[in-house]
């Protein structure tokens, strides 16, 4: 399973999945899956921008293993596509830069989810 993240002509990202473009209208596990790669590129946009290199080349494609026994993503690979002129010498800030990304860093230490049914305000009413 892929989902590519691109920038448009206007420089904002938008992810893709089989050629079509996820929106709030795909399903709520797309849009979770997409913002690790979303996320990733607003650090790679900033990085880029801040030493005056063109964002329009590059396009981050996020490849996920899908385990089909548990249903689960297994694990994410962010492959950051940068265009074949791009200083050698930043390939490793690049990589330094992704791995700031905050939906990143929550997906491998995640938060603890707590469900909670307000039953007596529904039972007040």
Do not use: W
């Amino acid at each position: 399973m892929e989902i590519q993240i691109k920038f448009d002509e206007n420089g904002s990202i938008v992810p893709f999945m089989n050629g079509a473009k996820i929106t709030m209208n795909e399903s709520p596990f797309l849009i979770f899956l997409a913002t690790a790669g979303m996320c990733s590129a607003v650090f790679v946009k900033s990085f880029m921008q801040q030493r005056g290199l063109p964002i329009h080349e590059v396009g981050i494609t996020q490849k996920m293993n899908y385990n089909r026994m548990t249903n689960m993503v297994s694990d994410i690979d962010i492959v950051v596509d940068l265009p074949a002129n791009f200083p050698e010498k930043y390939v490793g800030a690049i990589k330094n830069v992704v791995a700031q990304c905050p939906v990143k860093r929550h997906l491998a230490e995640p938060p603890t989810f707590n469900v909670i049914a307000n039953l007596n305000t529904v039972l007040e009413k």
